[in-house]
C-alpha cells in the first residue's frame, strides 16, 4: 500500500498534465473543436509497483566435522625377565692321587757316526776331482774363438757355493785373468753349460753347502 501523502502527488500531478496537454492542443488548432471525451482519473492508475520479494538469507556453510583423534599406539608387552640360570653345582673334591713318577730315563749315549772321518774325506776329495775334471773340460770346450785368434791364455779363479742338491749359486770371478773374454766365458760355464746346477752331495759329504774356488786355466794347444 502507497502512502497517502505521495498518492495525492502522484493524482494532483496527472490533473495538471492532463490539462496542460488539453490546453496546449486547444491554443494550437483552434479551428477544431473537438469535445475530449473525460478522463476518469482512478486511484487503480497508480497503485504502486510491488515490492521486491526479500533475498533469501544464504544459508550457513556446513561446519567442517572434527578430524577423529589418533588412535593411542599399543604399549609394547613387557619382555618376559629372563629365568636365572641354574647355579652349577660345587664338584666334591676328591682326593686325587698323583699319578706314580716313572723312574728317570737312563742317559742314552751318543751314537757313533755312521762313516769315519776317513771315509768323508775321501767321498769329498772324490766329489770334488770330478767337479774339477768337469769344469776343466767345459773351459775348453767353450774356449771363446775370439779369444784364440787374438791367441789370448790365462787363468781365472772362479768362486760359487755349492749345495748338498748339487744347487749353485754365489758365483763370481774370484781371481780374473787380463782378458774380459776369458773372465766372460767361466761365468758362463756355470750360467749356461751347467746351468747353475751339478749332481748332489755323496751321503758321506752331509748337508752343509761347501764355498769353492776353482781355478779355470785357458791354454792353447
Known sequence: MAKPGRLAFFITFT?????????WKSLKVPA???QLAPVEVTTAMFQSLPEPEPKPEPKPEPKPEPKPEPKP??????KPEPKPEPKPEPKSKTSQTPPPTSPP?????????KYSVAERIKAEERYMAELNQQLAMLAQEHYPRRAKRRHQQGMVTLRFTL???GRITEE????PSHYGLLNDA?????????NHRYKPFPEEMGTSPR???VPIEYILR
Open 15 to 23: 490533473l495538471y498534465a492532463v490539462l496542460g496537454t488539453f490546453l
Open 32 to 34: 477544431l473543436e473537438t
Open 73 to 78: 599406539e599399543p604399549k609394547p608387552e613387557p
Open 105 to 113: 730315563a737312563k742317559e742314552l749315549a751318543p751314537q757313533p757316526p
Open 163 to 165: 749345495h748338498a742338491d
Open 172 to 175: 763370481s770371478i774370484a781371481t
Open 186 to 194: 767361466t761365468l758362463d760355464i756355470i750360467r749356461t753349460s751347467l
Open 211 to 213: 764355498v769353492i774356488e
